[in-house]
């Protein structure tokens, strides 16, 4: 038998959001473009800023289930700048999704937020962040993506 998993809590993104830009509807749902503009990592062992660009591409569902897949980067506070991919889904009860969209706040246990972020970086001090797995859970508000990032043992 495998070994059981386990997490252990690694760090938090704070990602700034600007307003959103909508391609309209593909087909597949409706493609909507969320500017990444800034924000913080704070943990015990990484902390930095969000560097001001990025965005996370998502295509609304006609369910409402929000496929969405992140592109932006970090740099430490030592100096180590770090890519991330974060890809995931949003999902709730239709009526609390429509109150996120107009930008009013929802309690984040309502919705249903997960992701799999995935690192790069040339910095050997964080090299680790390429050589694990990660999951994370997050909550939407009106400015900002809070994500508590987690490693896989």
């Known amino acids: 038998m495998a070994t059981e998993l386990q997490t252990r809590y690694v760090f938090t993104i704070t990602a700034r959001i600007a307003e959103v830009t909508s391609a309209g509807d ?11 503009v800034g924000g913080e990592v704070r943990g015990e062992t990484v902390n930095g800023k969000v560097l001001p660009f990025g965005a996370d591409f998502q295509i609304i569902r006609p369910s409402e289930l ?5 592109k932006y980067a ?9 890519y991330v991919e974060n ?23 309502l919705i249903y ?4 972020p995935r690192f790069e970086t ?3 001090k964080y090299r680790w962040l390429m050589q694990h797995i990660f999951i994370a859970s997050a909550a939407r508000h ?5 994500i508590d990032v987690h490693q896989v043992l």
């Not at 009106?142 to 809070?146: G, M, P, Q, S, T």
Request: aromatic share 4%.
């Open 26 to 36: 593909i087909g597949a749902g409706v493609r909507r473009i969320v500017p990444i």
């Open 66 to 70: 929000i496929e969405l897949e992140a």
């Open 74 to 82: 970090f740099e430490t506070d030592d100096g180590a700048v770090v």
């Open 87 to 109: 890809k995931g889904i949003r999902f709730g009860p239709v009526e609390l999704l429509e109150k996120l969209k107009r930008g009013e706040p929802v309690d984040p246990k």
């Open 113 to 116: 937020f997960r992701t799999v």
């Open 122 to 124: 040339g910095a050997e």
């Open 142 to 146: 009106a400015d900002r993506v809070v």
